[in-house]
C-alpha cells in the first residue's frame, strides 16, 4: 500500500503483536478505541452489519495500513465499524496515549498524516459506487482491478493477484451473491478474459 507519507513515524512506535486467524473478529463495533493497529500481514474488511441483517463493506486494508487510526484522530472513543480478519492476520496494537502524543509532537508530521489518512478513506466504497451502473462482469474486474492495484501487481497490462479467501467473501465484497459469480467467472474464463487458478487471479485491466 502506498502511502503520502513513505517513512510514517507511526511505523516505528512499539506495540503488542498479535495473530488472528482468518474469520476472526479484530475489532468490534462499539467496543472501547483504546488502540490502533498497524497490518503486518493479511488482509481485513472493515464493515458494519445493519439491522436488516445486511452486512456493509467499507474497506478493505492490508500490510503498512492502520484500523482505526482515523477514528482516534477525529476524537472517536468507540470503534465505528467491525473489523474481520479476511486471511491470517497478523498486526501491531499501539495504544491511543502513544497515537495521540505521537500525532501532537510536530505540526508538519501532524499535516502530513492527516493528508494521508484522509485520502485512504472511502476508495473501497468510491470504487463500488462507480461500479453500480456497470454490467456484472465488468463490475467484477472493477473491483478485482481495485484489489490488484492495492495488494497485486501489474506486468504489462496484466493484473495479478492473489486473494487469500473465498469466492462467498469475494462475491459479498463486489455486493452480488456466490452463485452469480461463479457463473460470471466461468463465462469470463471461457472468453479469455480472466484466468483463475484457486485464488489466483489474472486479468487485463478495464
Do not use: W
Amino acid at each position: 500500500m502506498k502511502k503520502l507519507c513513505k517513512n510514517c513515524i507511526y511505523d516505528s512506535l512499539e506495540g503488542t503483536i498479535k495473530s488472528f486467524k482468518q474469520g476472526e473478529v479484530i475489532f468490534q463495533e462499539g467496543a472501547p478505541l483504546g488502540h490502533i493497529a498497524m497490518i503486518n500481514s493479511g488482509l481485513v474488511k472493515v464493515s458494519k452489519l445493519f439491522v436488516s441483517g445486511e452486512e456493509k463493506t467499507f474497506d478493505i486494508l492490508g500490510p503498512r495500513e492502520y484500523v482505526g487510526l482515523v477514528a482516534i484522530l477525529k476524537g472517536e472513543t468507540d470503534f465505528i465499524a467491525t473489523v474481520t480478519a479476511l486471511s491470517n492476520v497478523t498486526l501491531n496494537e499501539i495504544q491511543r496515549s502513544t497515537v495521540i502524543s505521537t500525532y501532537d509532537s510536530d505540526d508538519f508530521f501532524k499535516e502530513t498524516c492527516l493528508n494521508c489518512t484522509m485520502t485512504r478513506m472511502g476508495a473501497f466504497q468510491t470504487q463500488l459506487f462507480q461500479s453500480a451502473n456497470l454490467n456484472t462482469e465488468d463490475k467484477i474486474l472493477h473491483i478485482l482491478e481495485y484489489l490488484a492495484k492495492k495488494f497485486g501487481r501489474k506486468d504489462d497490462q496484466l493484473y495479478t493477484i492473489y486473494l487469500p479467501f473465498t469466492k462467498t467473501v469475494l462475491a459479498g465484497l463486489i455486493g452480488i451473491r456466490r452463485e452469480t459469480l461463479s457463473r460470471h467467472l466461468s463465462k469470463m474464463v471461457g472468453e479469455g478474459l480472466i484466468e483463475v487458478e484457486k485464488n489466483i487471479y489474472k486479468f487485463v485491466g478495464m
